[in-house]
């Protein structure tokens, strides 16, 4: 069984919200190069150990901007 955590779900939606960036900006625009850095750190911090209870508090920023 897989198990998607929020964390997933997040970068899912980061991941789509850059390939809309780049098809609408081009793929060497600012926004583009902003939306990827976003997903990087994102995917760093998935990729790193961190305490229980990080989730809520690290990753509520990044998904208010989604909106942008």
Do not use: W
Not at 23 to 39: I, W
């Amino acid at each position: 069984m897989f198990v998607v955590s929020m964390f997933d779900v997040i970068i899912e939606e980061y991941r789509k919200k850059m390939i809309e960036v780049a098809a609408k900006d081009g793929l060497v625009s600012q926004r583009t190069l902003e939306a990827s850095q976003n997903l990087d750190q994102l995917l760093n911090l998935k990729m790193s150990e961190f305490p229980s209870g990080f989730y809520s508090k690290e990753l509520s920023p990044f998904y208010k901007n989604l909106e942008k």
